[in-house]
């Protein structure tokens, strides 16, 4: 399941969310969970992906 980072721009705590494709698709309403603002940014992070194959 991905996980997805943001920062709460009222408090200015960093936090994560993990949500599969389908309900990140939906476009939830994320809240912070350390003040309940939804004055969030998402922010920008790297992936990896682990398959049986070579490159």
Same mark, same amino acid.
């Given at each position: 399941? %991905?996980? &997805?980072? &943001?920062?709460?721009? #009222?408090? *200015?705590? #960093?936090? $994560?969310? !993990?949500? /599969? ?6 476009? %939830?309403?994320?809240?912070? %969970?350390?003040?309940? /603002? #939804?004055?969030? *940014?998402?922010? !920008? ?5 682990? $398959? #049986?194959?070579? /490159?």
């Amino acid at each position: 399941m %991905p996980a &997805y980072e &943001y920062e709460c721009k #009222d408090c *200015l705590k #960093d936090f $994560t969310v !993990f949500l /599969s494709l389908k309900e990140y698709g939906e476009k %939830p309403e994320i809240k912070c %969970p350390h003040c309940g /603002s #939804d004055y969030i *940014l998402r922010k !920008f992070t790297g992936f990896f992906a682990k $398959t #049986d194959r070579k /490159s």
